[in-house]
């Protein structure tokens, strides 16, 4: 598999290369290699069907940076008993670096990608999977992952730029 690192291209550039060299669903890699490393734009983890999902920053606090969280098929149940399925999780110095929740998914399927806000003609926009947006992935063992992201406008990307764990245990 071809390494973009050096090619002159964004990640979503090299993602849409890819994807265009790789026509056939089933075969396609969901990822493209950066300086030896695979590199995502999301990613998604089997999980229980009945789970508990434990969220921690690393990284330095960055307001503009966060994490988003989508149950398929299912819910977080918040603090106040409210069902979602996205949580959005900023990681500002405002909050704690920590969050946790239930969660459920018929499907035992969530999606986790990084998501950053970006000024643009003096608004504030927030996005993902632009420009130089995507994450290296760990797995350390089961049920537990570290993710580093590198937001859109970062040239080259910083897969530091926003550190965080994510911890899935069985709550059945």
């Not at 603090?79 to 920590?98: A, D, F, I, Q």
């Not at 239930?102 to 632009?130: A, L, Q």
């Not at 406008?153 to 550190?163: A, G, L, R, T």
Request: aromatic residues 12%.
């Amino acid at each position: 598999m071809k390494d973009y690192i050096d090619s002159g291209i964004s990640i979503q550039s090299a993602m849409l290369d890819m994807y265009k060299s790789y026509p056939d669903k089933a075969t396609r890699p969901n990822h493209i290699i950066w300086g030896g490393k695979e590199v995502r734009t999301g990613y998604w983890i089997d999980v229980p069907h009945e789970f508990h999902l434990i969220l921690s920053f690393l990284s330095a606090p960055d307001a503009n940076q966060g994490a988003d969280v989508k149950v398929e098929s299912g819910y977080l149940k918040l603090v106040s008993g409210k069902e979602v399925k996205l949580l959005r999780t900023w990681h500002s110095p405002e909050y704690e670096p920590t969050v946790e929740y239930d969660g459920y998914s018929k499907t035992g399927r969530i999606f986790v990608c990084n998501v950053y806000i970006e000024e643009r003609g003096g608004h504030s926009f927030e996005e993902k999977w632009t420009r130089n947006a995507g994450m290296i992935v760990e797995l350390k063992e089961k049920g537990k992952y570290v993710f580093r992201c590198s937001p859109g406008e970062k040239s080259p990307p910083d897969f530091n730029s926003i550190v965080f764990t994510l911890n899935i245990e069985n709550r059945a």
